[in-house]
């Protein structure tokens, strides 16, 4: 059974930076594809970036590109979500996700395992 652990979130100032982690365990993290999805207040979830198993290539939504990077640490089994230049829409809870499918999912459908949600409050 895969298990997600987020951590990382807080309060930031509009402009600043978080940097989000994922640890999974229990399976071979290889294996997974990583997403992060996040929900704002009175919002749908939805995603924000994804990372493939193998080749590492991403997806981004267009509102985070150039501000955030997905990353992996296949020793630590970890994924990371940097989050620069933050700004008050970007406030949510942020929630990773593992797929087996092969490529960058910006699916919901796609993934099998969630994490339970680290919140990112960033004011004006």
């Known amino acids: 059974q895969v298990q997600l652990v987020e951590s990382g979130g807080g309060l930031v100032q509009a402009g600043g930076s978080l940097r989000l982690s994922c640890a999974l365990s229990g399976r071979t993290f290889n294996d997974y594809g990583m997403g992060w999805f996040r929900q704002g207040p009175g919002r749908e979830r939805e995603p924000v970036a994804a990372i493939n198993r193998g080749d590492s290539a991403t997806y981004y939504t267009d509102s985070v590109k150039g501000r955030f990077t997905i990353s992996k640490d296949n020793v630590k089994n970890t994924v990371y979500l940097q989050m620069n230049r933050l700004k008050p829409e970007d406030t949510a809870v942020y929630y990773c996700?593992?797929?087996?499918?092969?490529?960058?999912?910006?699916?919901?459908?796609?993934?099998?395992?969630w994490g339970q949600g680290t919140q990112v409050t960033v004011s004006s």
């Open positions: 996700a593992a797929t087996r499918r092969y490529g960058p999912s910006r699916h919901q459908y796609d993934y099998n395992y």
